[in-house]
């Protein structure tokens, strides 16, 4: 699976929107892009994953780019229970042997009450 | 409904002595995955089960390091003679067809903390 490149650490002010970037310059066209979170003290959660298209769900939006090098996650509006690191992981759909991750060290986010 | 679950929240041992680690995934999720977390780091891939077999055990440090699964759902990490360099966060994650599709999402447990005096 190809590597993921972000940056160690972001801030943002609560109830302001935050956009967490991704570079994935060697992404292949069966790569997915997979968005999870570590809240402090727990395993990692689900937040959000596409392809090609931007998606929405109720906890994020997530913006490819048009050449899929980068992605973006969106949270609309920051809550101090978003504090977390984010990873960004590419995950090959044409694996078959499980779906296991390969994480990064992602991106810690700081909201700022 | 039940997460996935793991026991002990937390282990403290001594430099040479065995542990178990356990993991009670969700109910009906066949692929279980063990990964390792350093302070600071993300979370490094240990062993992928497909019901009772380790399909994918490529992750695994070295040969003190163990997984089994026997009844397709508990698994148990062993590690013998344990060294410092073994404290980390294990955790442990469960998806349910474990087939690589994008929709399989993993949903992982709180972990165990394990410390190697």
């Known amino acids: 699976d190809a590597k993921t490149t972000q940056p160690n650490s972001m801030e943002s002010n609560e109830e302001e929107p935050v956009h967490l970037p991704c570079n994935h310059s060697t992404i292949s066209g069966t790569d997915y892009i997979h968005w999870y979170r570590q809240l402090p003290s727990q395993g990692p959660e689900y937040v959000i994953h596409?392809?090609?298209s931007n998606v929405n769900n109720r906890m994020a939006s997530l913006a490819i780019a048009e050449d899929r090098k980068s992605s973006t996650l969106i949270l609309h509006r920051a809550t101090l229970r978003d504090a977390a690191v984010y990873y960004c992981?590419?995950?090959?759909?044409?694996?078959?042997?499980?779906?296991?991750?390969?994480f990064g060290t992602g991106t810690s986010l700081t909201v700022i009450p | 409904g039940a997460g996935v679950s793991q026991t002990p929240s937390n282990k403290v041992t001594e430099k040479g002595k065995y542990v178990e680690l356990r993991c009670d995934p969700i109910?009906?999720?066949?692929?279980l995955y063990w990964y390792r977390q350093s302070l600071g780091q993300g979370p490094e891939f240990l062993i992928y089960?497909?019901?009772?077999?380790?399909?994918?055990d490529s992750g695994l440090p070295n040969d003190r390091f163990f997984a089994v699964r026997p009844e397709g759902s508990v698994s148990t990490l062993k590690i013998q003679r344990t060294e410092r360099g073994d404290s980390a966060v294990y955790l442990c994650a469960s998806s349910l067809t474990g087939t690589g599709g994008p929709t399989d999402t993993q949903y992982f447990g709180p972990g165990t903390r394990l410390t190697v005096l």
């Open positions: 109910s009906g999720h066949t692929a």
């Open positions: 992981i590419l995950r090959d759909v044409r694996r078959n042997t499980g779906n296991q991750f390969y």
């Open positions: 596409g392809l090609t």
């Open positions: 089960f497909q019901g009772t077999g380790a399909a994918d």
